[in-house]
């Protein structure tokens, strides 16, 4: 899925940031289908990182309602979490889209 957000209101982060960050507990997608598609997202996200060692952007949304997004590479994916490149965790709840490219 492309995701398109206007970059002028997302932050470009490090990965490294996202140990320092707080995620709300309900999820950023109000909708079933998106929820699943991004799901499938993150999938294919873990196959691009395992298979290719390849980066990819994922914008997502902190507790205060910032939307950021940071370039990096997917090891793996389950129902709560991605685990990145760097070995943090980001909470799938708050993933809003993945940019393959």
């Known amino acids: ?16 940031e996202l140990a320092s960050m707080h995620f709300a507990a309900g999820d950023v997608l109000t909708d079933q289908a998106a929820r699943q598609r991004r799901r499938v997202d993150a999938d ?5 990182g395992n298979a290719y060692h390849g980066k990819l952007e994922i914008y997502f949304q902190t507790a205060d309602g910032a939307a950021k997004r940071v370039a990096t590479t997917v090891w793996a994916a ?6 990145l490149k760097s070995g943090l965790a ?6 809003l889209g993945f940019d393959f490219y």
């Open 44 to 48: 294919r996200a873990t196959t691009l």
């Open 78 to 83: 389950d129902g709560d979490h991605l685990t």
């Open 90 to 95: 980001l909470p799938l709840r708050a993933v």
């Open 1 to 16: 899925m492309y995701f398109s957000h206007p970059t002028t209101t997302v932050e470009i982060i490090e990965k490294e």
